[in-house]
C-alpha cells in the first residue's frame, strides 16, 4: 500500500461526508411536508444518476446521431464511458442493469419503431428504478455495525477485572 492511498481515502472520505450533509441540508428545506418523505440518499442518488445520465445521453446522441455508429454499439459505448472506473466495482449490478434496462429496454423500443432517444429515455427511467433500489439495498445497504467496545476503568476490553 503506498502512503498515498490512506491520504486518497480520507479525502473520498470527507467528500462523501460533505455531499452526504448537502443532500441532507437540501432535504430539510423541501417544501409541501416532502421533507419528512424523501430521505437524503434518494435526493443524492437523483442528483448523480441526472450527471450520469446527462453524459451517457450526450455521448449516444453524440455517438449514433453523429456518427452514425450501430445503435447497440452507441449505446454500449456510451453507457460504459458514463459510469467510468465503477463499472470495475459494481460489475454484477452493472451487467443486470445494463442487459436488461440499457440495451433490452432501448434497444428493442428502437427496434419496435419508437425513436433511439425517446427509447433510451423510457430505458433510464426503468434503469433510475432498478439502479436506486440496487444501490440502496444491494451494493450500499445499511449494515448495523456494533458499537466499539468501551474500556472501563479497571477493566480490559472484554469487561473482565
Known amino acids: 500500500m ?3 492511498e490512506p491520504v486518497r481515502a480520507r479525502h473520498a472520505d470527507a467528500r462523501g461526508e460533505r455531499f452526504t450533509a448537502a443532500m441532507a441540508a ?21 442528483v448523480i444518476n441526472s450527471c450520469t445520465f446527462a453524459v451517457d445521453l ?18 454500449t459505448v456510451a453507457y460504459i464511458g458514463a459510469f467510468g472506473p465503477q463499472v470495475a466495482v ?4 452493472v451487467i443486470v442493469n445494463y442487459l436488461a434496462w440499457i440495451l433490452g429496454v432501448g ?5 419496435l419503431g419508437l425513436d433511439y432517444r425517446l427509447a433510451r429515455i423510457a430505458a433510464g427511467a426503468c434503469e433510475a428504478l ?8 444491494l451494493v450500499f445497504r445499511d449494515v448495523q455495525r456494533p458499537a466499539p467496545a468501551q474500556t472501563l476503568p479497571g477493566r480490559n476490553r472484554a469487561g473482565h477485572s
Open 2 to 4: 503506498s502512503r498515498a
Open 26 to 46: 437540501i432535504v430539510r428545506r423541501l417544501p409541501f411536508g416532502l421533507a419528512e418523505i424523501v430521505p437524503p440518499s434518494l435526493l443524492g442518488f437523483a
Open 58 to 75: 450526450g455521448l449516444l446522441t453524440a455517438l449514433h446521431g453523429g456518427l452514425h455508429w450501430p445503435l447497440p454499439v452507441s449505446i
Open 90 to 93: 459494481y460489475t454484477a449490478v
Open 107 to 111: 434497444d428493442g423500443l428502437a427496434a
Open 130 to 137: 432498478y439502479m436506486y433500489a440496487a444501490m440502496r439495498w
